[in-house]
């Protein structure tokens, strides 16, 4: 889980300097863009991390859970609102589906559900986030 979430946070660092430095040469509307994809993939990392974490205590909190992927969702909201790079909406859908399919395992009683795609996807956000 660290380690994941150090990747994580290296990423976005190394967006965020992209980003400004692109931003000499694209505009400030360009560097916008990307620092809010960043920052928000930066949030969505925080709840996956909160995820993983509610997952493993589901049997003392099940609400949990349920409060992350909430949280996942509400940044995806943002990102999705805010770009129109047809990657970034990919990794968007890919990464709204990771989310949905853990919720319906909660419901129909998996205490455990593999978190493991949301993890993938959440990666794959971030990468697109640098392109």
Known sequence: MAV???RLTAVAAVVATA???AGLTTGCDAVDKALDCVQTADSIA???TDLQQAVENAANDP?????SLNSIEKNLDK???KTDNTDV???VDHLRQAVSNIRTAIKNGDKTPD???VTDAAGELTKVCTK
């Open 4 to 6: 994941s979430r150090r």
């Open 19 to 21: 980003a400004l430095t």
């Open 46 to 48: 925080d709840s996956v």
């Open 63 to 67: 609400a949990q859970a349920d409060t």
């Open 79 to 81: 990102i999705g609102d």
């Open 89 to 91: 909406n990919k990794a």
């Open 115 to 117: 978190v493991s795609p």
